[in-house]
């Protein structure tokens, strides 16, 4: 009679364990010619290093199907060379934009970017708890704030964190924001130049820090100009939050502001979809308009919208080196600020 071997191990058979055959950074160098220890720090984008050794190093590697194990590697430096990135809204161009950036330039420096996205900020001592189990070098939160208690239970393991476009006061975290109480004001100066009197504010949440500097500018230099009787409006960033606000903000004037300065593009463009085809009002003939960050849309004809741009490049390389540099964090002032610029286009 004759036998059969099962199913599971009949196509097993014919597999190799490449596994146990791995070449290692030794066989490397000896391929490449060089040390193990310049085989180790070819395949760091940050170390300095001839181009052409460089490539001979990572070519040797790609002949012989090896790639450095990181797990083993962070055992023995003590480093994952990993940073985590909190973000609460990555569909927000601008944010999607920072993201990128900030993914390119800690490359640079030989990290990585693991990604938690937070779908309530009630969320985030949860979502702190599971950055803490990858021994992450750093944690950059965007987009929402961070209790002193959080910032304490990180302070205690060893990482360093940065908020990106929020603050707290928390002397345990370092914060890179752009001026947003000044810009605030800027926008009222602005619109008084242009000879408005009549204003509205339509902002994010207000217990974001982001849209209360921004409001807390603006409405402090109206007042020192004599305006005292702005309409305030507060929702989240988004397309349709501004809509519905421009129809709260006419049901309760009944006739419109002369010039409206919305927390975002995103709001802004909102507002002003609702202004002229609900309402048929003329922009900026019948009501000026002023946004924030710049995003692309900003810049399309439909909208041409003027707005206040932050200089993402700079702001991110400041976050960069304090991820890198933690020990001079507590020598820093834990909040950097970063001045904005005003984008004129036909909207005011």
């Known amino acids: 009679m004759s036998t059969q071997e099962p199913a599971g191990k009949q196509a097993n058979s014919g597999r190799t364990n490449n596994r146990s055959t791995r070449n290692t950074s030794i066989d490397v160098a000896k391929l490449a010619g060089v040390s193990q220890a310049t085989v180790s720090r070819a395949f760091n984008p940050s170390s300095k290093m001839s181009p052409e050794t460089r490539r001979k190093?990572?070519?040797?590697?790609?002949?012989?199907?090896?790639?450095?194990?990181?797990?083993?590697r962070s055992l023995i430096s003590n480093s994952t060379n990993i940073v985590a990135v909190i973000m609460q809204n990555p569909m927000n161009p601008f944010y999607a934009k920072a993201l990128t950036k900030l993914s390119i330039q800690l490359r640079s420096f030989g990290k990585q970017i693991l990604y938690f996205y937070l779908d309530d900020p009630d969320n985030l001592h949860e979502i702190i708890n599971q950055v803490l189990q990858?021994?992450?070098?750093?944690?950059?939160?965007?987009?929402?704030?961070?209790?002193?208690?959080?910032?304490?239970?990180?302070?205690?393991?060893?990482?360093?964190?940065?908020?990106?476009?929020?603050?707290?006061?928390?002397?345990?975290?370092?914060?890179?924001?752009?001026?947003n109480i000044q810009a605030g004001r800027d926008c009222a100066d602005y619109f008084f130049m242009k000879g408005y009197r009549k204003f509205a504010f339509i902002g994010g949440y207000d217990k974001v820090s982001t849209s209360h500097d921004r409001k807390t500018g603006f409405l402090a230099r109206l007042k020192e100009r004599g305006i005292q009787n702005a309409k305030?409006?507060?929702?989240?960033?988004?397309?349709?939050?501004?809509?519905?606000?421009?129809?709260?903000?006419?049901?309760?004037?009944?006739?419109?502001?002369?010039?409206?300065?919305?927390?975002?593009?995103?709001?802004?463009?909102?507002?002003?979809?609702?202004?002229?085809?609900?309402?048929?009002?003329?922009?900026?003939?019948?009501?000026?308009?002023?946004?924030?960050?710049?995003?692309?849309?900003?810049?399309?004809a439909s909208y041409n919208m003027t707005s206040f741009v932050q200089p993402m490049d700079e702001m991110i390389a400041k976050i960069c080196e304090l991820i890198m540099a933690p020990e001079k964090n507590n020598i820093q002032p834990n909040l950097t600020l970063f001045p904005c610029t005003l984008i004129t286009r036909s909207t005011a």
């Open 232 to 300: 305030v409006y507060h929702s989240e960033f988004a397309y349709e939050a501004g809509q519905e606000a421009f129809r709260h903000l006419i049901k309760d004037m009944g006739t419109p502001p002369e010039a409206i300065f919305c927390a975002s593009d995103l709001i802004c463009a909102g507002v002003m979809d609702s202004a002229r085809f609900e309402y048929h009002y003329r922009i900026p003939e019948d009501i000026a308009m002023i946004g924030f960050d710049d995003i692309q849309l900003a810049s399309y």
């Open 57 to 72: 190093v990572l070519d040797a590697a790609e002949a012989l199907k090896y790639a450095p194990d990181a797990i083993a």
């Open 134 to 179: 990858y021994r992450v070098d750093g944690v950059i939160i965007t987009s929402v704030s961070l209790t002193s208690n959080l910032a304490d239970i990180c302070f205690d393991f060893g990482v360093p964190v940065v908020l990106f476009n929020r603050h707290t006061n928390s002397p345990q975290v370092q914060a890179v924001c752009c001026d």
